[in-house]
């Protein structure tokens, strides 16, 4: 079946960077389009960025020019190199992968900035 594993979350200084990772398995991830999501406490879930399966990305404008998403499909791994952390990036980041008109969630990672 489709697996989604998140690592590299973790606590950081506020202007710090963290590298999120991606493992996906059960999957043809080639063909799918990848996105990161976050949720804070409190708070819904929101869509961070998007890199689709040509490799186009899309990003949402809190995160511009801050976080940088990637893919390795020969891996199967997708990435979020996350610079510049601010407070209000803390959160429990997911990765999506779409295939078919289907989502699959992984099960997140903690990502706390301290100020």
């Known amino acids: 079946q489709v697996q989604l594993v998140e690592s590299g979350g973790g606590l950081v200084q506020a202007g710090g960077s963290l590298r999120l990772s991606c493992a996906a398995s059960?999957?043809?991830?080639?063909?799918?389009?990848m996105a990161w999501y976050r949720q804070a406490p409190g708070k819904q879930r929101e869509w961070v960025t998007t890199?689709?399966?040509?490799?186009?990305?899309h990003y949402a404008d809190s995160v511009k020019g801050r976080f940088t998403v990637s893919r390795d499909n020969a891996k199967n791994m997708g990435y979020l190199q996350m610079n510049s952390l601010k407070s209000e990036d803390t959160a429990v980041y997911y990765c999506?992968?779409?295939?078919?008109?289907?989502?699959?969630w992984g099960q997140g990672t903690q990502v706390t900035v301290s100020s």
């Open positions: 999506q992968v779409i295939m078919n008109f289907r989502d699959y």
């Open positions: 890199i689709t399966s040509a490799g186009n990305t």
């Open positions: 059960g999957i043809m991830f080639r063909m799918s389009d």
